[in-house]
């Protein structure tokens, strides 16, 4: 599908976006460079504190830092949107500045106490800037770049994670003096961070009025209730936490696999982190690339399908490679091509941004860390219930890809958007080679008709993955009620409608359906011709759209499908197999026309002039694409 794209590599080098890029990546380089320091320091000197060993400190330490999540991240989300978030982000990365310093102090004085407070001040700070940093994207990026700006953050986030954890590994072997690199490192990555800070473009606060509450349990509680409202922002939570739940578990029992099954070296956890982090990073890129700008839910399944397939590969090759020289290909291919992981996060990221509210996104968005920080705390216990049982890191792998096609089964049948959008997206890039122009026209909020000429059994389909905003379709009762389709469309809210000579009832039924769906801010797509052209030609619009403006006066925006008649799915296919499958389709979208006084024929009209042919169109129809149907 042929649409306006945004490049990563141009948005890196825009002020708007490098600031907060560069303040993210040195934050989580800084937070694992740290905690992996911390975890060393403590296993190869055998530190112990409050009568606990280094085994259980070590475990200890992932507590620590993810306990102010629990605690912070309802404060937090409230902050974000009472006060303009850029002059948060400065604030929180100064102070990292200042719990660095304290940072290098503890290691310096090998302070194991202090050392934990810094840890848990961390976490505090990670906790603060999680609803800023993704809250303030929509409001720096514009619609088209924000999966762009999120497949970064993902992959800058994957990338310092793997540095900072590298960074850590390497220092401390150095001995004594290593850790004088380890403080002179945290403290420039903090000050560099900081600076970047200062040229982020300042934004008005959300909601300026709001009332922050500084209680814990009953905001996070209420935080939870708010975000449970809108179903799709709440399984996307959900999504995003099970992935984080899912990653946990895989990283805690990398070293484990490597030492018992693989019989590997240090050497070796860091090479496949190294594949990991590369790979999830690439899958965020990647899922910006395949969604053309713009959300595509339909990435999601792909992406929850890829991780299935990995953990199953992983735990068969485990399980069946007679020495680890047969296992180990295996994974670290799999580790490698696993951008499974960033193709479901970025959608699920990006749909909370977009289909929240501006005035309590930070607050969403920090009600999706506390979740997140829930399902990693559940993982970790899961994990440890299930050693205890004797479980073998094989067996542990195929149980989490089952679990996690169930898992990714049950919100697919709780919100079917996800598949259908998947259907749409496959009909786009798989079925036909789609190009849209003018997508800008279809209004981002608020209601409006969208109108079209109809060609094939899946206009609706074409015309749904070409715009962001969900659709209530306007189709036949026969078609729509048809046991092969009836539960594909439940999800798309298809509103059936039939002639007054056929029906009567439904005809009255649909109307107040569109009027209801128009009156709550809802984009309504008709066919006015009320049947598939039969010879590629368009009919006389009827005038039921008069009725619908004369209760509704909302904008119209004119489409027209071209290129789809004798496709599979019109009244005369082509016995042709390449005109059946990759044809060139065409959708034009003209700007939006005012309702007042539009007329079925004016409107007709105004379709056919977005169909007709430029001059340029006009010459290459002389000398037709090979394949191209109709």
Same mark, same amino acid.
């Given at each position: ?27 989580a ?9 911390? #975890? ?8 112990t ?23 912070f991240? @309802? ?14 982000i ?16 503890? *290691? ?58 590298? @960074? ?13 690199? %380890? ?28 009332? #922050? ?25 959900l ?15 990398l070293? +484990? ?5 693989l019989?590997g ?6 090479? *496949?982190l ?65 951008s ?15 289909? +929240? ?53 049950y ?32 209004? @981002? ?16 389909m %074409?015309? @749904? ?29 298809v ?19 569109? +009027? ?23 009919a ?9 403006l ?75 694409v ?5």
């Amino acid at each position: 599908m042929t649409m306006s794209r945004t490049s990563t590599g141009r948005l890196l080098g825009d002020r708007r976006f490098w600031p907060l890029f560069v303040a993210q990546f040195f934050g989580a380089f800084n937070d694992n460079f740290f905690k992996s320091t911390l #975890v060393l320091l403590l296993t190869f000197r055998e530190a112990t504190f409050a009568g606990l060993g280094a085994r259980e400190l070590v475990a200890l330490a992932g507590g620590v830092f993810i306990l102010p999540y629990f605690l912070f991240s @309802a404060f937090a989300g409230q902050l974000a949107d009472k006060y303009p978030k850029a002059t948060l982000i400065r604030w929180v990365k100064l102070a990292e500045v200042g719990v660095l310093l304290l940072g290098s102090l503890s *290691f310096a004085l090998g302070s194991t106490g202090l050392s934990f407070a810094v840890l848990f001040l961390l976490g505090t700070q990670a906790a603060l800037f999680g609803p800023l940093k993704y809250g303030v994207l929509p409001e720096l990026l514009s619609s088209t770049e924000l999966v762009a700006g999120n497949a970064l953050v993902e992959l800058g986030t994957f990338l310092a994670i793997l540095c900072g954890t590298l @960074a850590g590994g390497l220092l401390v072997s150095l001995g004594p003096a290593g850790m004088h690199w %380890v403080s002179g490192l945290l403290l420039t990555c903090s000050l560099l961070g900081w600076a970047a800070t200062l040229r982020l473009r300042a934004a008005p606060a959300a909601e300026p009025s709001l009332v #922050v509450e500084r209680r814990i349990l009953r905001p996070t509680a209420r935080l939870i209730g708010r975000a449970r409202r809108e179903r799709a922002l709440w399984q996307s939570i959900l999504g995003i936490s099970w992935f984080w739940l899912l990653g946990s578990v895989v990283l805690s029992v990398l070293p +484990s696999l490597v030492k018992g099954e693989l019989h590997g070296s240090e050497g070796i956890v860091t090479y *496949f982190l190294a594949l990991f982090s590369i790979g999830v990073g690439a899958g965020s890129v990647l899922a910006e690339k395949l969604s053309y700008s713009r959300l595509e839910l339909g990435l999601v399944p792909l992406g929850s399908l890829g991780i299935t397939l990995f953990l199953a590969d992983a735990g068969a090759a485990l399980a069946l490679a007679p020495s680890a020289a047969g296992a180990a290909p295996a994974l670290a291919l799999g580790a490698f091509v696993d951008s499974s992981l960033g193709l479901f996060t970025v959608p699920l990221y990006t749909l909370l941004q977009e289909r +929240s509210e501006e005035k309590t996104r930070a607050r969403i968005i920090a009600a999706n860390n506390v979740l997140n920080a829930v399902f990693m705390v559940a993982g970790a216990l899961l994990l440890t219930g299930l050693f205890a049982l004797g479980l073998s890191i094989p067996a542990l792998l195929v149980g989490c890809a089952a679990l996690n096609l169930a898992v990714a089964l049950y919100i697919y049948t709780v919100l079917p958007e996800f598949l259908l959008r998947l259907l749409c997206y496959g009909l786009a890039h798989l079925l036909y080679r789609l190009r849209v122009a003018g997508a800008e026209h279809v209004p @981002a909020k608020g209601a409006a008709v969208l109108v079209a000429n109809h060609v094939t059994f899946v206009d609706w389909m %074409v015309i @749904a993955c070409a715009t962001q905003r969900p659709i209530r379709f306007v189709m036949d009762n026969a078609y729509a009620n048809a046991w092969l389709v009836r539960r594909v469309l439940a999800d798309a809210k298809v509103i059936p409608i039939a002639s007054a000579k056929v029906n009567p009832e439904v005809l009255e039924a649909a109307f107040g359906s569109i +009027s209801g769906a128009l009156g709550a801010g809802e984009l309504v797509c008709i066919f006015p011709e009320g049947r598939l052209s039969s010879d590629g030609q368009m009919a006389a619009f009827r005038r039921g759209i008069e009725r619908i403006l004369a209760s509704d006066p909302v904008p119209v925006v004119p489409m027209h499908l071209s290129g789809l008649f004798g496709s599979h799915f019109s009244r005369a296919p082509s016995r042709r197999l390449w005109g059946r499958l990759w044809g060139r389709v065409e959708l034009k979208i003209g700007s939006p026309l005012a309702p007042e006084g539009l007329t079925a024929q004016a409107l007709e009209e105004h379709v056919q002039q977005l169909g007709a042919p430029t001059s340029t169109q006009a010459v290459a129809a002389s000398d037709p694409v090979p394949g191209t149907p109709g």
